[in-house]
């Protein structure tokens, strides 16, 4: 059973920045793609960005181009999420799952942690 869990998360201001972690226990990360997803109050889930085990990455989200960044950190056996620039919007529980192969386009994601959130509001 894959387990991941999210950190990280927090009240900034407009324009601020966070770092969203996403950490693994009993499994190396580096094994997986990993992607980030956010559910905002009343609103679906929606997927963000994806790392796959090579470090290919697709972007979900037009919203956040140019502004979140995904990245991986093997010695630390973790995949963060930087977001830049944030602005209200961004408002919401943010989520990292693992489609259980190397690739961000194969399988489905799934062994979502519990989330992260993170509320932007000055």
């Known amino acids: 059973q894959l387990q991941l869990v999210e950190s990280g998360g927090g009240l900034v201001q407009p324009g601020g920045s966070l770092r969203l972690s996403c950490a693994a226990s009993?499994?190396?990360?580096?094994?997986?793609?990993i992607g980030w997803f956010r559910q905002a109050p009343g609103k679906e889930r929606e997927g963000l960005l994806c790392i796959s085990s090579h470090d290919g990455r697709t972007n979900y989200a037009d919203s956040v181009k140019g502004r979140f960044t995904i990245s991986r950190d093997n010695a630390n056996n973790a995949v963060y999420l930087q977001m830049n620039s944030l602005k209200p919007e961004d408002t919401a529980t943010y989520y990292c799952?693992?489609?259980?192969?190397?690739?961000?386009?194969?399988?489905?994601?799934?062994?979502w942690g519990q989330g992260t959130r993170v509320t932007v509001s000055s």
């Open positions: 009993g499994f190396s990360l580096d094994d997986y793609a």
């Open positions: 799952a693992t489609t259980g192969t190397l690739s961000c386009r194969v399988g489905n994601f799934g062994s």
